[in-house]
């Protein structure tokens, strides 16, 4: 089954993904953002089954939805909706949906609406006046009263157990909901923060930009938008986040709320400054190291700029460390060179940990017997972030001394 997942919400998106993944008969072939691009990947795509979210930008789901069942009477359409409510459904069925799931219940009714679709050759036969009501294509078996007890119940579990703040932001910048993660974070109690701002939680050099966003949310001009910032806490301690702003609309692209989620970069800040210290003491250990063996050392970019290098490969190029160190390697070794080492710089970048010998040239000086290994350094998520060089050269017939 090829589907195309329609929604605004790039998170959405993305959990979508994550469930439907958990399904082998299930290909995710195209995503699309609003009504018209979701017309258009269709045409394109062909997908077997659509799942439409009802409040998109430019073209509304529904709008969408009869405009694919019109054209595109073999794709079946399945709308989704924050809105728990019968009229939304019948409305969905209306345009041509052949199910509905309220977002809260799409983690447990998604699959199994999918699964109890009716197959492409009998959708004439669904829809003809002889047959069943396309509204009871897909009905859940308990009954709404049940249903929205349930959706409550799991939204409430979601929201207070999750490990990052939420917290729901009204047009005016109110609180109107918060976890008590968000109350752990900021030392304010429940009752503290539904009496309080967003704006009171921003630190003062940050919030000039926040009172933009959200000013462009509320006009709705923006819908999403993520930024690394700074809270102050009710204790007025500073304390680093990663803050990301949801806008949530009604069909007419009224704003309803916004669903901000903050995770503390505390953890992750200290992380980066114990690294930014291992990194620095590994350079003065690697110095010793090599001034000790009289071995050139240096350490490159991916983009061929000198990181580090030590007072050997300074005195070997015959250039002060401080013009070495940010410079391209071109610059410092000379074009003739750097063409001649090209190929083994470019492997390194690619997690190669790369050894050879050669002959090479050294700025119109003669030619020197260099051996070289480079070993690669890779990033926290574990990409070749650049890599180490040691060297060692001879002369050849007179030559003088040159570098990697």
């Not at 009171?200 to 001009?221: F, I, S, T």
Request: negative net charge; contains cysteine.
């Amino acid at each position: 089954m090829r589907i195309l997942l329609v929604d605004d919400q790039d998170y959405i998106r993305r959990g979508l993904r994550a469930l439907l993944s958990e399904a082998p008969e299930i290909e995710i072939c195209g995503e699309a953002v609003d009504g018209h691009e979701a017309v258009a990947k269709v045409r394109e795509l062909l997908p077997d089954v659509v799942i439409m979210d009802i409040s998109l930008p430019r073209l509304d789901g529904l709008e969408a939805t009869r405009q694919i069942r019109n054209h595109f009477p073999r794709v079946r359409v399945v709308t989704v909706s924050q809105y728990d409510i019968p009229d939304v459904m019948k409305e969905s069925f209306r345009a041509g949906a052949l199910a509905h799931v309220p977002k809260v219940l799409v983690w447990n009714s998604l699959l199994q609406a999918l699964r109890t679709l009716p197959d492409p050759s009998g959708l004439s036969d669904l829809l003809s006046t002889s047959a069943p009501d396309p509204l009871h294509a897909y009905e859940p078996k308990s009954n709404l009263t049940q249903q929205l007890r349930e959706a409550e119940a799991l939204f409430h579990s979601t929201f207070e157990q999750t490990a990052v703040a939420i917290g729901h932001i009204a047009d005016d910048g109110n609180w109107l909901r918060v976890n008590q993660k968000l109350c752990d974070i900021s030392g304010y109690t429940h009752d503290e923060l539904l009496h309080l701002r967003f704006q009171a939680l921003v630190h003062p050099a940050d919030l000039p930009d926040d009172l933009l966003h959200h000013k462009r949310v509320v006009a709705g001009q923006l819908d999403h938008y993520t930024q690394e910032g700074r809270l102050l806490a009710k204790d007025r301690r500073v304390i680093p986040a990663r803050i990301t702003v949801d806008a949530v609309r009604d069909p007419h692209r009224h704003l309803q709320y916004c669903v901000c989620v903050i995770e503390d970069n505390t953890a992750r800040q200290q992380l980066l400054a114990q690294a930014r210290r291992d990194s620095q003491a590994l350079a003065a250990h690697l110095e010793l190291i090599t001034s000790q063996l009289n071995l050139p050392a240096a350490r490159f970019t991916r983009d061929f700029r000198y990181h580090w290098a030590n007072q050997t490969y300074a005195d070997l190029v015959q250039k002060p460390l401080d013009q070495i160190i940010g410079s391209r390697i071109s610059d410092i070794l000379g074009s003739e060179l750097f063409e001649s080492l090209q190929l083994n710089f470019h492997q390194v970048p690619r997690g190669q940990t790369v050894s050879y010998r050669a002959t090479i040239p050294f700025d119109g000086s003669g030619r020197r017997s260099l051996t070289a290994t480079y070993a690669p350094i890779f990033s926290e998520s574990g990409a070749p972030d650049g890599w180490v060089s040691l060297v060692q050269v001879a002369r050849v017939q007179n030559a003088s001394n040159s570098p990697n």
